[in-house]
């Protein structure tokens, strides 16, 4: 457990603004993606709920998702020493509060109090766990996000919390986002946990409601008087973390899925049987954009051997194949190398080939391996078998390119982030270059030279 006060002086935020925090990739999910899921937010105390994540429920609501605040103690332990405020008014005063934020940042939405004692959540987990179960049950799981204080926060009741949550979320295949507090204060850019969260951005209209709930909690970010023990619990200088134009959040995807390459042959062979180009390969702004960027980032004007894993209908293909003297693109779906076969028919050295990665795989080495849009439609067994395979397949000093939708994969235990975590712990390679935006992420890893 961290040891702090809420009177340390802590991490200015001027520190943190000069992180790089601020450019954090942005959470993938759209507005018409939120409004087909359910989250479920917890809060430990009145305030966790506007400081970490009052400017998602904005959000939420904006977009029409179904939302539930679950709140566990009524923050009575706040003020322990006042002498003209007992705990049980203290508690009334701060339900009061948070009635007042949520239904400002989210009117509408139902919230429950579950009665746990302050500073005690730790001797109740399985009553949270029970809370949250029923708030969730009957959903499916896919659609299901909790939000939950991040579980190293520092504090007793926000970590206990966020365990619980974090526990209810893998065992159902949930999504979890997990929101920092005191982490901002006690913590500092050298901690580098906060490089692997995702940034919400938050409209002009999300952060007037997160500050009027802010100043809802009066007993929190004023004195409940002038006398001892009645001092203002939250400082402006740490308010100013959560006056951001942003909040931050550890996102951690559903994992409800359970498909395999198998699944995905059979997939995509339907799709395409009914449509040429389902997926706007051809004409999309987002998919001619992503190519482009894709070539560009390739260290080397041309490869001897080039190699691509899902190549689909072709489109990337003809661009790789003018750049290498030999190029070999596979997919699962003998309905799209149709189209695949047909486009690198003008390329001499060029071919399609009908393959159902890992557990079918070429001959031959390459100097140029590319895995695009397919990593997550394999099983995580299934895409370690793979990069051992890449592994063995890349000559020394080869370029192997990943890129990859950032948003979730219904039906897949993966996603991008997935992929390419995997990608980096079990091949250990040289990251030459790493792009992410909203929608996708590009990277680029260099195969060790293996020459004594």
Not at 136 to 161: F, Q, S, W
Not at 419 to 440: C, I, P, S
Request: hydrophobic letters at 40%; glycine letters at 8%.
């Amino acid at each position: 457990m961290v040891a702090f006060s809420h009177t340390d002086t802590g991490t200015s935020e001027a520190e943190w603004a000069a992180s790089g925090v601020a450019t954090l990739p942005e959470l993938p999910l759209s507005a018409e993606e939120l409004a087909g899921m359910s989250f479920v937010v917890l809060a430990a105390h009145p305030d966790d709920e506007t400081l970490g994540a009052g400017g998602l429920l904005a959000k939420l609501h904006a977009a029409g998702a179904a939302v539930e605040v679950l709140l566990c103690t009524a923050g009575e332990a706040s003020h322990p020493d006042s002498k003209t405020t007992t705990p049980e008014q203290l508690a009334a005063v701060r339900l009061t509060e948070f009635h007042t934020a949520v239904s400002g940042l989210a009117p509408g939405a139902a919230w429950r109090f579950l009665e746990l004692p302050d500073g005690h959540l730790a001797t109740n987990t399985e009553s949270i766990a029970q809370a949250l179960r029923s708030a969730i049950a009957g959903k499916p799981a896919e659609t299901v996000t909790i939000v939950a204080p991040y579980r190293h926060d520092g504090h007793t009741d926000h970590d206990t919390l966020g365990r619980v949550a974090a526990e209810v979320a893998a065992q159902g295949g949930h999504g979890l986002l997990e929101y920092p507090i005191w982490y901002w204060l006690w913590a500092g850019p050298d901690d580098r946990t906060w490089e692997s969260w995702v940034r919400v951005p938050l409209t002009d209209q999300d952060q007037q409601a997160k500050t009027r709930a802010m100043r809802a909690h009066t007993s929190q970010i004023g004195p409940l008087s002038d006398q001892p023990g009645d001092e203002t619990l939250l400082a402006e200088s740490f308010l100013e973390h959560f006056s951001r134009t942003w909040e931050t959040f550890a996102w951690h995807p559903s994992k409800a899925g359970s498909n395999t390459a198998a699944d995905a042959e059979r997939i995509f062979d339907e799709v395409h049987s009914r449509e040429d180009d389902p997926w706007s390969y051809t004409t999309s702004w987002y998919e001619r954009r992503k190519r482009a960027l894709t070539l560009a980032a390739l260290p080397e004007e041309s490869y001897e051997s080039g190699l691509e894993l899902g190549c689909s209908i072709g489109t990337l293909s003809e661009e790789l194949a003018r750049r290498c003297q030999q190029f070999l693109g596979v997919d699962a779906s003998s309905e799209a190398l149709a189209q695949a076969t047909e486009r690198l028919s003008r390329f001499p050295s060029a071919e399609a080939r009908h393959l159902t990665m890992p557990r079918e795989w070429p001959e031959g080495t390459f100097d140029l391996v590319v895995l695009s849009e397919t990593g997550y439609y394999l099983s995580p067994n299934e895409l370690s078998q793979l990069l051992a395979r890449v592994e063995t397949s890349t000559r020394p000093g080869g370029t192997f390119v990943l890129c990859h939708w950032r948003h979730p994969i219904s039906g897949w235990q993966l996603d991008a982030e997935g992929v390419h975590t995997m990608a980096r712990n079990q091949l250990g390679w040289l990251t030459h270059g790493l792009y992410r935006e909203k929608d996708f992420m590009l990277e680029i890893l260099i195969a060790p030279d293996r020459t004594p």
